[in-house]
C-alpha cells in the first residue's frame, strides 16, 4: 500500500512561515502530478498548488507570490513553502500524488493555524 505522509503544520502568527512536507512511501509508480489542496471547516477543498510533469507549475490566485511548491523525486518528496501567512490560510493541508497509472494517492492532511 502506498502511503503519503505529511508533516510541517502547525500555529504561526500572521505574517509568518511554514514549510509543509509530504513524502511516498510504499510500491509506487512514476509520479505525474503532485499537489497541495486545503479545507477550511464549512469549506469546499481547493487546489493550493500542483507541480505536472517535468515541472508546470500552477497556484491559486489567493497564494500567487507567497507559497512555493517543490519537489524532490528521489525521495518522492513535495514540499509546500509559506510565506507572509495570513488568517484567511488556516486550513486543513492535504496533499495528492496522481502516478502514470492515473491513481491517486491523498495525504492524511495537517492542519495550518494562522492566527491574527
Known amino acids: 500500500q502506498v502511503q503519503l505522509v505529511e508533516s510541517g503544520g502547525g500555529l504561526v502568527q500572521a505574517g509568518g512561515s511554514l514549510r509543509l512536507s509530504c513524502a511516498a512511501s510504499?510500491?509506487?509508480?512514476?509520479?505525474?502530478?503532485m499537489g497541495w489542496y486545503r479545507q477550511a471547516p464549512g469549506k469546499q477543498r481547493e487546489l493550493v498548488a500542483v507541480?505536472?510533469?517535468?515541472?508546470?507549475?500552477n497556484y491559486a490566485d489567493s497564494v500567487k507570490g507567497r507559497f512555493t511548491i517543490s519537489r524532490d523525486n528521489a525521495k518522492n518528496t513535495v514540499y509546500l513553502q509559506m510565506n507572509s501567512l495570513k488568517p484567511e490560510d488556516t486550513a486543513v493541508y492535504y496533499c495528492?500524488?496522481?502516478?502514470?497509472?492515473?491513481?491517486?494517492?491523498w495525504g492524511q492532511g495537517t492542519q495550518v493555524t494562522v492566527s491574527s
Open positions: 495528492k500524488f496522481v502516478d502514470v497509472l492515473a491513481a491517486d494517492y
Open positions: 507541480m505536472v510533469g517535468g515541472g508546470i507549475l
Open positions: 510504499g510500491s509506487i509508480s512514476r509520479i505525474n502530478v
